[in-house]
C-alpha cells in the first residue's frame, strides 16, 4: 500500500466526519420541539423569565449560525458534545463513553464471530458446491438473512432464557450482585452476553456465508484458477492460496458498507435483551427527547461507520496490489 | 541443430515416472473422444481423435473456432469445464494412459509433465500474486525445492525469458501484454516438463509482439529440446515454427502429416481452403474464418463426413459414411472420401481433384 493511498483514504475519511458533523447539526436543529419546553418540562406553570433565562444558560438566546454553530464546533473538537437534558446533566460524552463499551463488546464480538464463520462456511460450501454441506448451509443462510434480528432475538430468548433458564433474560450483569473476583464478573458478562452475541452472531453470518459462496463460486470460473490447477497444485491450495485470496475482496468492500446496517440491528437486538448498550440509550434518549445525546450517539455511530470503512479500505489496500497506486 | 530423441529425452532432469515405458513414444493420443453435457444431450467437441507426439517434435493443431482444439488440450491433462468427460480413447504419455487415473494421481503428471500456456495471460495470471512467485509455486511444490532454491529459478527462468531483473517483484497487472505472456511461458517451463501446450499463446497480442513470443518459443524449443503442441488460428504460424501440423474440423481430425507436405500439397478439401485462404502463407496473416457456410452443430453433428455440407467436392457416399483416415507413403493422413482406404490408392500420389466451385478460393 503506497502512502499517496494511505494518505488519500484518511483525507476522504476526515472530511466524511466533517460533513456528518456538520449534518448532525443541522438535522437536530430541524427537529420539531423546542429544547427549553423539554429542559422545564417538569415544572409546571413556568414563567416567561424563567424560560428566557433558561435559553440564555443553555445558550439557545443566541443566532443558530454562526454563533451556535461555531460553539458547536469548537466544542465536538474538543470533545465536548454538551449535556444531556436527561440523566441530571451528565455530560454527554460520559454516557456515551459509559454504553460504549457493553455495544462495543457485543457486536465486535458478533462480527468477528460472524465475519470468520460465514467467510469459512461460504468459502467451503462454494467450493463443494452442489454438495450436502452447500444445501444445507445454503438453506440455512437464507433462512437466518431474512430472519429480522428482533424476531431471531426473541426466539432465542423464549426457548433458551424463559423456557429453559439456561441463560438470563437481560442485562449485562446480574444486578447487587457482589463478584469474589474479576474472574467471577467476567463469567456472569459471559452468561448474560450469550444470547444476545449469538443472535448478533445468527443474523449476520448467513449474509457472510452467501456473499462469501457467489465471490468463491465466481473466482474458482476465473483463468488463473485453470493456470493453478494446470500446475498440479491440490485442490486445497488452489483453494487456499489462489481462489480465497481473490474472492475476499468483493467481501471485504460489502462487509464494510454492510457495517453501518448494522447499527440498526444494534437498536434491536439490545432493546430485545435490554442490553446497557448505544441502542438502549439511542432508544431511551428518543423517547425523551433528549436531543444532546441523540446527537452525540448519531456521530458516534456515524463516525463508527466511517472508520469501518477506513478499515476496509485499507484492507483491500493490503489484499489487492491493484490499488496500491 | 537437431537433436535426436535420444538426447532429449536424456536432458530429461527428473526420472521417468514409475510406470513408464521407455521404448513408448512420448504422446500418443488414441481415438479420444471428449464430450459436454447439456441438458440437451451430449456436445461432440472432441469425436475420435488421434496424433502422436515425438520427443523435441512440434505439433501445430488448427482448425476454425469451436472444432475442439482447447478441448483436446485440456483432454491431455484433464482439466475439462465440470460437463466435459473423455467418453472414450487413450492418452498415453511414455505409454502410461491417464485417461483412467484419479484426480489425485493426474496432479502428479501435470505441469511437470505437461504444461500449458494459457491464451492472454491477463487473466491466467493470478492478480494478487506476485508473477515471481507464481512462477516459484510449482518449483516449491511439485519439486519439493526449498523456497529459496524455488525464487532462484524463478530468476532464472524469467531471465531466459527476457524479462529484466528488475521486473522480479512485479504483479501482472504492471507487466505489458507481452511481458505478461513471456512471464506465463516462464512459469510453464518451471518444472521443465516433457511437453509444453500453447493454446493460442499469441492472439490479443499486437503483432511485433506476437512475432517476439514466437520467435521466444521457437528459439526456447531449440535450446530446450521441448516438445510443443502450438494451437493457434494462424496457418503462417505453423508454417514458421512447427514440424507437423493437424487440421482439425468439428471435432475430429481432417488432415495431418509434416508440415512441408500438407502446406505443399494439401489433401482434405477443408485444408485446401483454408490454404485457399492464405495465398502467401508468410505474408497474409489472415484468420481462418473465410469459409462459406458454418461448422456443424456438436451436440447433433451430420452423420457420415461433417464438411460435407460446406464441401465444393461432396459425393453422394459423403453424407452417409464416415470417411475413413487414409495414411500416405509421405507420411500424411487423410479423412475424406476423395481417397479411399484402398491399397492401390494408398501409397501412390493421388490424382489432384477438381470440382466446381473450387477455383473461388
Ligand atoms: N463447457 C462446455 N459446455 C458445452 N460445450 C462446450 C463447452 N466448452 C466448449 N464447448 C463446445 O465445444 C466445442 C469445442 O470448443 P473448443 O473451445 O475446444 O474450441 P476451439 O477449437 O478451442 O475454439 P477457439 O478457436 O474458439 O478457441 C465448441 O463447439 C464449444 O461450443
Ligand atoms: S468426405 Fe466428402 S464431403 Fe467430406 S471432405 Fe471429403 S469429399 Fe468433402
Ligand atoms: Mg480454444
Redesign the pocket.
Known sequence: MSLRYLARRLASAAITILLIVILNFVLFRMMPGSPERILLGRIPNVSGEVVAATRERWGLDKPLFPDQFVAYLAATAQGDLGFSYGARGRPVTDVLLQKLGPTLLLFGLGELIAIVLGLALGAYSGWRRGGVLDHLGNGLSLILYSTPYFLLGMALLLIFATGLGWFPTFGIDTVGRVYSGPLDQIADIGFHLALPLATVALGLVGQYSILMRSSIVETLSEDYITTARAKGLTEGRVLRTHAIPNALLPAVTLIAINLGYVVAGAITVEVVFNWPGLGTLTVDALSSRDFPVLQGVFLLLSVGVVLANLVADLTYGILDPRVRT | MTQTPDEIRGRRQWPLPKLADPAAPLLEVRDLKTH?R?ERGW?R?VDGVSFSLADGEALGLA?E???????TALSLVRLL?S??RIRGGSVELFGIDLVPKSERAMQRYRWREISIVFQGAMNALNPVIRVADQIAEPIRHRLGQSDTAAKRRAAELLDLVGIPRKRLGAYPHELSGGMRQRAMIAMALACDPAIVIGD?PTTALDVMVQAQILLLLEQLRRDLGLSLILIT?DLSVIAETCDRVLIMYAGKVAEEGPVERVFREPRHPYTRKLLGAFPNIHADRRTLEVIPGQPPD?LDPPTGCRFAPRCPFVMPVCSEVDPPEVRFDDGVRVACHLFPSSDEVSGASPATPTAAGEDAA
Open positions: 459436454f447439456l456436445v467437441a482448425g473456432s469451436g472444432c475442439g482444439k482447447t478441448t469445464p460437463n466435459g493460442e488460428h456438436l
